[in-house]
């Protein structure tokens, strides 16, 4: 997708390794969201940013951290993964609280 | 929580049947959105209504929104085999600038 993209696109790891995935963005917007999407349960919030170095957990966050240091760049850290990890990753930006979001190709992580 | 759940959860028609596809939620929103997501791809934004609209089109697509029943359609007339898809709405109901959607409806147009 134009002006987002997400790091790697394919992952497998082994339980208890910590996953860094990275989502990058070239819009300068002031949103960036991390959400999981696993059938059955569509999709959850994981962790979200409004600004640089400001964060706050979503709905699924144990497990699971990030960092926004630069404007284009969020990452979410797995610190040790485990199996219920396995799922595919989507980060998300937007311009504004109150628009749309654009949403990157994804990431698939398998934990095994 | 679920905020959102969309219905049907699956649905198959041939080309050129409209397809409607349905969508509750909870609270109370000021606007509610739909986005499609292809197989293996990221969700791609199609259209949102605002608390205040009833009925919004784009394209082959259209949106009604009912904020008494708290509930919402997605109509697409007409439709194409490039309209395979799961579609999704999504509501921000804290206005906290942060989306939940429902579980999707997993449209399959067969040609």
């Known amino acids: 997708d134009a002006g987002i993209t997400q790091s790697p696109r394919h992952k497998v790891t082994e339980t208890g390794t910590p996953v860094t995935l990275r989502c990058h963005q070239t819009e300068n917007h002031r949103y960036m969201y991390w959400y999981r999407q696993d059938p059955g349960h569509g999709l959850r919030l994981i962790h979200y940013?409004?600004?640089?170095?400001?964060?706050d957990k979503g709905e699924v966050s144990d497990g699971y951290s990030v960092s926004r240091s630069k404007t284009e760049d969020f990452l979410l850290t797995l610190e040790s993964a485990t199996s219920s990890q396995t799922s595919v990753y989507f980060c998300?930006?937007?311009?504004?609280?109150?628009?749309?979001?654009?949403f990157g190709s994804g990431t698939r992580l398998t934990v095994v | 929580s679920q905020q959102g759940e969309e219905d049907p959860q699956a649905l198959s028609i041939q080309e050129g049947e409209n397809a409607t596809m349905n969508c509750s939620y909870k609270t109370s929103i000021n606007n509610l959105q739909w986005y499609r997501q292809n197989s293996g791809r990221g969700l791609v934004h199609l259209i949102l209504?605002?608390?205040?609209?009833r009925e919004k089109h784009s394209g082959r697509l259209r949106v009604t929104l009912d904020t008494s029943k708290k509930s919402s359609s997605l109509l697409i007339t007409a439709s194409r085999a490039a309209d395979t898809a799961s579609y999704f709405c999504a509501t921000d109901p804290g206005n906290t600038g942060k989306l939940i959607f429902g579980q999707g409806t997993t449209l399959q147009v067969k040609p």
């Open positions: 940013s409004y600004g640089v170095k400001d964060t």
């Open positions: 209504i605002r608390s205040n609209e």
């Open positions: 998300a930006i937007g311009e504004s609280e109150l628009v749309v979001y654009t």
